[in-house]
């Protein structure tokens, strides 16, 4: 089976933030969990580099935008080696061969397309009109941004996305477009009760000069949201490469909240637009807070995921954020509380199952190991959960199995067994906790795959491997980690 997974593409006008590096192991689950079952899979991660913020941004720092797009983009990439992701493209809205394909996308729906005088209120934060309900409803101040929309009249390209309202609905509300979890199925169905408007595509050059050109329109740029959407097929060589042909529709598309409009309404409407199947899976996920209070600039608060890992390891820092975040939620990090997971769940409990068990079998059995079963096939249970993005439930499952494992060794007390002589009954001990941990690192392939690599080697085949040091040394706060 082919599946083709996508996280949404960060906007480089600042450097990697919590939130992305959290998507990005998400998405890595997905493709490492898919893999794990036999499939064929791209992963698909990159950076989203046209719009006047951008423009705005370099100008302030006395860089090019294509200047600080580089700089910015480079950060992504590296945040997600440190993270480990397993991703096979990285795509840049400004790779030539994006706004190529992009421009090739805009004439090939243009009986969809028609310009005019537009009135609007715009943010400049998010880079995006809005109605005039949404507007009134929010007393004329962009809640995410905490500055009023500003009235903008201009003529520009508009999109008939009030012509594919309807069919949305269809797709979404018989799960053939399955929107998941399902307070933002519901949130984006009310939307669409209210009823799509068109929407602008393309803003004057004048205004904003840093995009992609519409065809046969040199007062005109294509619209930043409308073009980096299309990045999830431009990657896959639309409308003429084979990865197109065997890898869409998406089986996974991970997005935050805060765009979840552009993704489950006007997304879908350009597929349909261009008589493309629309994604299987939508997974829209929360926001992170820190100590309790929504990340800002003007409180100071953002913490910079490179930090965590520094202090910790990757492994640390997927499994904290797809563990202790809820998948279906918001969720908070604190330094207190990633150094309590590190000390509790990883370091006493998986730490000390892996290495009470390698010195008994390296003091009891002399480091010998039964077979490896090559049969392992990942946990039905589990599996759901994954497929369902609930990574926290999935992960508990599996946590629930390291928890049984140590009760089980203080159960049936294999040093005691040595000391009376029952060497029959201490090999069984000791072998049923080998094969409880090669599971274990089986079932965390997806999750925390360098761990699940060195408990795999410590157990491997024949001869125990015994490391000299733990799998988590114990860690204390300090000042300096955690400003």
Same mark, same amino acid.
């Given at each position: 089976?082919?599946?083709?997974?996508?996280?949404?593409?960060?906007?480089?006008?600042?450097?990697?933030?919590?939130?992305?590096?959290?998507?990005?192991?998400?998405?890595?689950?997905?493709?490492?969990?898919?893999?794990?079952?036999?499939?064929?899979?791209?992963?698909?991660?990159?950076?989203?580099?046209?719009?006047?913020?951008?423009?705005?941004?370099?100008?302030?720092?006395?860089?090019?935008?294509?200047?600080?797009?580089?700089?910015?983009?480079?950060?992504?990439?590296?945040?997600?080696?440190?993270?480990?992701?397993?991703?096979?493209?990285?795509?840049?809205?400004?790779?030539?061969?994006?706004?190529?394909?992009?421009?090739?996308?805009?004439?090939?729906?243009?009986?969809?397309?028609?310009?005019?005088?537009?009135?609007?209120?715009?943010?400049?934060?998010?880079?995006?009109?809005?109605?005039?309900?949404?507007?009134?409803?929010?007393?004329?101040?962009?809640?995410?941004?905490?500055? $009023?929309?500003?009235?903008?009249?201009?003529?520009?390209?508009?999109?008939?996305?009030?012509?594919?309202?309807?069919?949305?609905?269809?797709?979404?509300?018989?799960?053939?477009?399955?929107?998941?979890?399902?307070?933002?199925?519901?949130?984006?169905?009310?939307?669409?009760?209210?009823?799509?408007?068109?929407?602008?595509?393309?803003?004057?050059?004048?205004?904003?000069?840093?995009?992609?050109?519409?065809?046969?329109?040199?007062?005109?740029?294509?619209?930043?949201?409308?073009?980096?959407?299309?990045?999830?097929?431009?990657?896959?060589?639309?409308?003429?490469?084979?990865?197109?042909?065997?890898?869409?529709?998406?089986?996974?598309?991970?997005?935050?909240?805060?765009?979840?409009?552009?993704?489950?309404?006007?997304? $879908?409407?350009?597929?349909?637009?261009?008589?493309?199947?629309?994604?299987?899976?939508?997974?829209?996920?929360?926001?992170?807070?820190?100590?309790?209070?929504?990340?800002?600039?003007?409180?100071?608060?953002?913490?910079?995921?490179?930090?965590?890992?520094?202090?910790?390891?990757?492994?640390?820092?997927?499994?904290?954020?797809?563990?202790?975040?809820?998948?279906?939620?918001?969720?908070?990090?604190?330094?207190?509380?990633?150094?309590?997971?590190?000390?509790?769940?990883?370091?006493?409990?998986?730490?000390?199952?892996?290495?009470?068990?390698?010195?008994?079998?390296?003091?009891?059995?002399?480091?010998?190991?039964?077979?490896?079963?090559?049969?392992?096939?990942?946990?039905?249970?589990?599996?759901?959960?994954?497929?369902?993005?609930?990574?926290?439930?999935?992960?508990?499952?599996?946590?629930?199995?390291?928890?049984?494992?140590?009760?089980?060794?203080?159960?049936?007390?294999?040093?005691?067994?040595?000391?009376?002589?029952?060497?029959?009954?201490?090999?069984?001990?000791?072998?049923?906790?080998?094969?409880?941990?090669?599971?274990?690192?089986?079932?965390?392939?997806?999750?925390?795959?360098?761990?699940?690599?060195?408990?795999?080697?410590?157990?491997?085949?024949?001869?125990?491997?015994?490391?000299?040091?733990?799998?988590?040394?114990?860690?204390?706060?300090?000042?300096?980690?955690?400003?």
């Amino acid at each position: 089976m082919k599946t083709f997974i996508t996280s949404s593409i960060p906007y480089v006008n600042g450097p990697p933030h919590l939130g992305h590096a959290m998507e990005f192991t998400m998405v890595d689950v997905l493709a490492r969990y898919s893999r794990l079952k036999g499939d064929e899979v791209i992963l698909s991660i990159g950076t989203d580099e046209h719009g006047g913020k951008i423009a705005e941004k370099a100008e302030s720092m006395n860089l090019t935008p294509i200047e600080l797009a580089n700089k910015n983009s480079q950060e992504f990439e590296r945040l997600a080696k440190t993270l480990e992701i397993s991703y096979d493209r990285f795509i840049r809205t400004t790779d030539k061969d994006h706004e190529d394909r992009v421009q090739k996308i805009w004439l090939s729906i243009k009986d969809d397309l028609y310009k005019k005088q537009y009135q609007g209120w715009y943010c400049p934060g998010d880079e995006a009109f809005f109605s005039e309900a949404v507007v009134k409803r929010n007393n004329n101040i962009c809640p995410e941004h905490n500055r $009023p929309y500003e009235k903008v009249i201009e003529e520009n390209y508009f999109f008939k996305l009030s012509k594919y309202n309807k069919q949305i609905q269809e797709i979404i509300t018989s799960n053939q477009f399955l929107v998941i979890p399902e307070t933002k199925r519901n949130e984006i169905l009310s939307l669409l009760d209210e009823g799509l408007e068109d929407i602008s595509v393309s803003r004057p050059k004048s205004k904003i000069y840093w995009g992609i050109p519409v065809p046969d329109d040199d007062s005109q740029v294509i619209y930043v949201w409308f073009e980096a959407l299309l990045n999830y097929i431009t990657v896959l060589g639309f409308p003429d490469k084979q990865d197109f042909k065997d890898y869409w529709p998406a089986s996974y598309q991970v997005v935050g909240k805060d765009i979840i409009r552009f993704h489950a309404a006007i997304w $879908p409407a350009i597929l349909m637009s261009l008589k493309v199947a629309t994604p299987k899976k939508l997974y829209v996920h929360g926001f992170i807070n820190v100590d309790n209070l929504k990340m800002s600039k003007s409180l100071g608060n953002s913490v910079d995921p490179f930090g965590i890992v520094d202090k910790y390891s990757a492994d640390t820092f997927r499994y904290y954020f797809l563990r202790h975040i809820p998948s279906y939620d918001d969720g908070n990090f604190s330094w207190e509380s990633i150094n309590e997971v590190y000390n509790s769940d990883l370091g006493n409990e998986l730490g000390n199952a892996v290495q009470r068990t390698a010195v008994m079998v390296q003091n009891y059995l002399n480091g010998e190991l039964p077979d490896i079963d090559p049969k392992l096939k990942y946990d039905q249970e589990i599996s759901g959960l994954i497929e369902d993005c609930r990574f926290d439930k999935a992960l508990e499952q599996i946590w629930l199995r390291i928890k049984n494992l140590n009760q089980f060794i203080e159960e049936q007390k294999p040093w005691q067994l040595f000391k009376t002589g029952e060497q029959d009954k201490l090999s069984e001990v000791l072998n049923s906790q080998i094969n409880s941990l090669r599971y274990i690192a089986y079932l965390l392939k997806p999750f925390m795959p360098e761990v699940s690599d060195k408990i795999s080697k410590t157990f491997g085949d024949k001869l125990l491997s015994l490391s000299k040091q733990t799998l988590f040394p114990r860690e204390e706060l300090d000042q300096h980690a955690t400003s």
